[in-house]
């Protein structure tokens, strides 16, 4: 004893200090006062780096029936103590206030242990998910399919540091009426034609791209197709416009690659051959494409859509392919809607499997099930919307601001490409475009490299199908929020 | 721990020594790869402090807590290639162990180095930037130690340790797929541990 008797008083006060939590004379019924405006504000404002809570306060629930001073027992548990400005929410409830001690987490933990202590927590700001106010986005079940809005709670659709090329039929990159030759059923007339940009998508987006097939103006899409697929890449978001779109910050760099109908009438017209264009007369030359993917690359361009695909094989596009990765750009590219006609292997979307930073995407209906057009084979990398009108019909296919226009005889009605309106298509062509879009937005997060991208596209996408890859679904269905969160410690 | 104390001075055993310390150190996890990739460091620095006795027989049996706190980021693993994502993730990690070892030389000695292991309950918190709470954690895994150091009296009631520590803890990290730890199968949450100690008593 006569050692060690002194020894424990010191050791008692060293341990109570470090383990026993410091006792506060508290009263649970503490003043209604709040913290000053400021204070909790800064803490409001900083919730989201803080775990999605107010630093410093936390909810708690008595048991029916705790007296006054076991709710101060309780309390006195917080070894850092509260404030004055706890207040109660209802008649059991207490926001407590531990402006010492921000963690509320551990807060809670601490007071849900005290047997007083129904339940504690702390005090989360709920974030609203970004649900845009597109008045046509109640329409896009694939957003939600493939978890772009809680996406954008964390990255709010790319930077406009990205660009993505979009390598299709073109968009309109001004509000233009030129004047073109065409045969009107009997002779030839020359014909304004109104072009208009897409309201959906800022023309301060829209770089000036290249046409690489009809002239050397501005890139001007006559097919629409082009325009479809820019909406679900990069059309405006909560701007009460139209649909929205995944990548809605990228810059859009439109290459023209392909002769639509118009194109081909007035090609015809500028080139005094009479008649009307065969409206299957329509396509998208290698040598546009090879072009355009190179021009891509050397244009900085560090996303690129291709919405195209064929049944032969194309060496030219393949190099380019190689070419434009090299340069620092992923490639989505669509694996094709032949499934129904053979399911031939389609390229370039083929030479994806040996390119790493290039995907092949097929494409899913809202049920989360291969769409019956969307073709399979070992180069099939991933999977995303594409739209399925025999799941849901109409709903069951994806809509976005698109070119109002018809392949009417210009002898009736005179094309025109400045109205727009919501247009549901499907296709891989759809699909592609949903991970081309969340590309962009990793690539704002400063995955810069295209093999890298596709690393976490594959690693975070939702397995579908038989267990791992497979010819149908490839690694699976994109998940735009598991990608943009990527991986933590242990979660 | 005060348990513990009140034992001890019910005992009354005359060579009974009771000791409380604070400790800082540095540990390395095992999972090195892991915490780089979210730390930029697999080092982090841990504080702690507990108590215990040493019986008549040499044995000590010791109480102690720590933690370790530390803000990183979320990442992309890309063959080897570690791209942060701009999304902070705090983890915490407050172990309790309980050790039980040997005292080597006598009560009376400057220099007495000892040994011992334990067992290890680690409670491991992630907190992440935008993250819901159900993609937050908050668990608590069991794990074993073994520890060892010499304690210098620097006077008769106070007292300063090196100690180092080996502890594991399995199956803490690399069990979902999004854990960091499954990128580099990495999957024990222990590490090795040394630490400075201030200890008061004997």
Redesign the interface.
Known sequence: ?R???P??F???A???W???PRLHAQQATASPAVLSTVERLRAFVAA??N??YIAGETLVKFREGTAPADQSRALSALRRGTTGASRWIGNSVLLVSTPDDGDA??IA?TLARQPEVEWAQPN?VRKRKLRPNDPGYSLQWNMNLINVPTAW??NKGSAPTVTVALIDSGVNTTTTTPTFRLWTGDRFEDVAIPFAINPDISAGRIKAGRDFVFWNGPVLDMDGHGTQVAGTLLQETNNNVGTAGIAYQAILLPLKVCFGYWDVQLLLGMANIPGFADPDDVGCPDDAIGQAIRFAADSGAQIINISLSGGAPAPFLRDALNYAVSRGAFVAMAVGNEFMDGNPTEYPAAYAAQIDGAVAVGAVNRSSKRAPYSNTGSYVELVAPGGDFSDGALDGLITQVGLDFALFDPAVVRPRFDRYRLISVEGTSAAAPHVAGVAAM?HA???T?P??IE??LE??ATDLGTTGRDAEYGFGLINAR?A???????? | ??VI?LW??RA?A?S?????F?DVGAMRFTASD??DA?FGSPVGVVFG???GVVLPQKIFIDAR?SRFKKD?E??????G?I??????????ITPFEISAGYRFGRATDNVRPYAGGGISWYR??????????D?????TYTGFHLLGGAEFRVSR?LGIAGEAAWTTVPD??G?????????FDETDLGGVTFRAKVV???
């Open positions: 004893m050692h060690w008797t020894v424990f010191v050791l008692a060293i341990v109570a470090m383990v026993v989201p780096a775990g999605g987490t551990a933990a989360y709670d964390i990793l997060q400063g995955i490299n093999a890298a690393s976490a690693r975070t598991a943009v969160r990527g991986m933590g410690l242990a979660r | 721990m005060l104390l001890a001075s009354g005359q009974l020594e009771v000791h409380g604070a892991s915490f979210t402090g507990g108590g807590a990183g979320r990442v992309l693993v890309s063959d290639e791209f942060p994502l701009g999304i902070t993730s705090t983890v915490t491991y918190e992630q907190t992440d930037q935008f993250a819901t709470p993609e937050n954690v908050n668990e009631w803490g990290l069990q979902e797929p999004t854990s960091i730890g499954t990128q008061i008593g004997r």
